[in-house]
């Protein structure tokens, strides 16, 4: 019989697999190896040691790949199929021991949308959050510092005491739509009318409008070098130092102590 305990460990599970999938098969694993609850018969392979293993390296890339620009559009789809099916099995792993009600299809499908959709959200939050990225202010780190816990946490709860589980992810849910209300209006005071007077406001750097392509001057340049504004300051103060003391007394040593003189 379906319970609301079964309920909110199924979509706690789920949603953590779209969070760090591995660390919700990870811990869900250790839990069944520590024999703190149960699996199915056809999901008892989880609580292997190769299992084990696997799950931990899966974490480890995760974690990697999602702090790396690059690597996170490449591995895009991957990261929609990797997350579907770890909330499908974490889902048919909890519901699945309680119920003989339902089809695993079904028990599959559900975990495998709460998964997609908090990846989904995650992922919206992202570009929000994208466009506050300055050389002093990194928002994302904290966000993705944040995830890390999150995933890992709601994961723990949903196993340890499942009841709270589906309040967490309700709360996760109104967390990223106001972060990313509050990220967008924060971006959007930074943007300017378009010169063209096409009535749509772009960023200051953009050289183009998207909505009616008309080439627009740039009104501030991007500084793509790493930390290039704070390396210019630091070599501008240094040529200041520099250059005081080119003007100072030959005579005088950087030690403070006085060269030899000819004159006696």
């Not at 660390?23 to 024999?35: F, M, N, V």
């Not at 999602?66 to 792993?93: I, N, P």
Request: charged share 15%; glycine share 10%; aromatic share 6%.
């Amino acid at each position: 019989m379906l319970t609301y305990a079964l309920v909110s460990q199924a979509i706690g599970l789920s949603g953590a697999s779209g969070t760090r999938a591995g660390g919700s098969l990870l811990l869900l694993a250790l839990a069944a190896h520590a024999q703190y609850l149960t699996l199915p018969p056809e999901l008892t392979w989880l609580a292997t040691p190769q299992a084990l293993g696997a799950m931990v390296a899966l974490l480890a890339f995760e974690m990697y790949t999602q702090r790396d620009s690059d690597l996170r559009m490449v591995l895009g789809l991957a990261q929609f199929a990797l997350s579907a099916g770890s909330g499908a099995t974490v889902a048919l792993a909890s519901v699945g021991v309680g119920t003989e009600n339902l089809p695993p299809w079904a028990v599959g499908a559900v975990g495998a949308f709460v998964a997609v959709s908090t990846l989904s959200l995650r992922q919206w939050l992202h570009t929000r959050v994208d466009q506050l990225e300055t050389e002093v202010l990194r928002p994302r780190k904290w966000l993705l510092r944040i995830e890390d816990c999150f995933g890992l946490g709601l994961a723990a709860v949903a196993i340890l005491w499942a009841p709270l589980a589906l309040v967490l992810v309700l709360l996760f849910t109104l967390a990223c739509a106001v972060a990313g209300w509050f990220a967008y209006r924060l971006e959007a005071r930074g943007r300017r009318p378009c010169p063209a007077g096409c009535g749509a406001r772009i960023r200051q750097e953009a050289s183009r409008c998207p909505k009616c392509h008309a080439d627009v001057p740039v009104a501030r340049t991007l500084d793509l070098r790493l930390a290039g504004r704070m390396r210019d300051a630091l070599q501008n103060a240094l040529g200041a130092g520099t250059s005081g003391v080119s003007h100072a007394d030959p005579s005088v040593r950087r030690g403070g102590g006085k060269l030899p003189s000819r004159l006696g």
